[in-house]
């Protein structure tokens, strides 16, 4: 089973997002209500758009409201309202007002259904407080849906925003920036709500489900080995330097976490703490990655420290370096580093291949014990 599901893998392609990305996605927002009706109030807004009227005549016109060419010539006497508030508090998404000719009132809802009666209430109110006018009245949703409460307003689906929108003809290199939004919009739309699904499962992701538990098996059978391998790995570490220097030294270290360390008292003292540092993770592991190990020099007093200790030992230091292939590293903190590779596919299982290189590793750096320990005594 395993091998099927390594083969069928290789040939499974990436899941490509950058065809769906629009300006509300990348900003979180792509089912958001209020979002989407603050862009679509941008869309409908001649004095903005770079589109003109057109966008807005054709809306009125769908929901059956009666146009006037004249419309065209009081452009600056439109005005589009975000959550209109009535005298009661009640808000409508879209008040539009065109000069002293009509109001559109539009009710917007993504995924939430009309409550206490809103445009019943809402078409009362409007025709109350602007007699004068004509009055269209737009229920908005994806997927077409009916106003509960009042049927004057009548149900436009994306589906019919979209259609309407891309019949409006423009010149596209008037204003490229507008032209883009423009088209952002009406991208979003078709992107998250008109295709037969809002999302889709990649072909990896289902993969992943037909085998979810084997998976967690394997994953769980991973994390105990790598613990095993972690715990022997710093264990034998401990125990060479402990015969290599005689002295006694202590294991900080966590198989959750990305560095393990093995420091001793006397090296964490004078606001110094002094340590080597095995960059070992599950990560590297899996990965077969090289392994990094190195002398770490941190505290407060770590750079007059650091002087201190090439001012001492220059010509021990370096020949430490010269011979074992180390690097000086530019990190703060870092006084010596190598990397090694240790986890090697072909003998991940063989202690034997495992202890010779960790062995090397120790013997790399053994050597930076003693002319520590003698700058520290005397070190103030």
């Not at 992943?208 to 391998?229: A, G, T």
């Amino acid at each position: 089973m395993l091998s099927n599901a390594k083969k069928i893998y290789d040939y499974l392609p990436n899941q490509e997002q950058e065809d769906s990305v629009t300006v509300l996605s990348i900003f979180n927002k792509s089912f958001h209500e209020d979002a989407i009706s603050d862009y679509l109030a941008y869309i409908l807004n001649p004095k903005v758009n770079g589109i003109g009227i057109e966008p807005l005549k054709n809306l009125i016109m769908a929901a059956n409201g009666k146009w006037q060419d004249a419309f065209g010539e009081i452009v600056d006497e439109i005005s589009i309202t975000r959550e209109y508030a009535f005298n009661n508090g009640r808000r409508i998404d879209l008040l539009i007002q065109i000069g002293d000719q009509m109001i559109v009132g539009i009710e917007h809802k993504v995924f939430s259904q009309e409550h206490n009666n809103q445009t019943r209430d809402y078409k009362q109110k409007i025709e109350a407080q602007f007699p004068d006018h004509e009055h269209t009245f737009i229920f908005l949703s994806p997927d077409k849906r009916q106003a509960l409460a009042h049927q004057a307003f009548r149900a436009i689906g994306y589906e019919d925003l979209v259609n309407l929108l891309k019949q409006v003809n423009f010149d596209y290199l008037k204003n490229i920036k507008k032209t883009m939004l423009y088209q952002d919009f009406i991208t979003h739309l078709e992107a998250n709500f008109m295709k037969d699904e809002t999302y889709t499962i990649s072909e990896k992701t289902s993969l992943y489900l037909e085998h979810f538990r084997m998976i967690q098996d394997l994953r769980n059978n991973f994390e105990h080995d790598y613990k095993r391998v972690h715990d022997f790995i710093m264990n034998f570490l401990k125990n060479n330097i402990e015969n290599n220097t005689k002295m006694e030294w202590i294991i900080n270290a966590n198989p959750d976490r990305g560095y393990q360390q093995i420091s001793k008292t006397s090296w964490k003292t004078k606001g110094l703490d002094i340590h080597f540092e095995i960059k070992l993770s599950k990560e590297k592991f899996a990965s077969h990655s090289p392994i990094e190990f190195m002398i770490d020099i941190e505290g407060a007093k770590k750079q007059l420290f650091t002087e201190h200790l090439l001012q001492m030992y220059p010509s021990d230091i370096t020949q430490f370096v010269e011979q074992n292939n180390l690097n000086r590293s530019e990190r703060s903190r870092t006084f010596v580093a190598k990397e090694y590779e240790l986890f090697q596919i072909d003998h991940l299982d063989d202690q034997d291949v495992l202890k010779g290189k960790l062995e090397h590793m120790i013997k790399d750096f053994t050597g930076f014990v003693k002319v520590i320990d003698d700058a520290l005594l005397r070190f103030s």
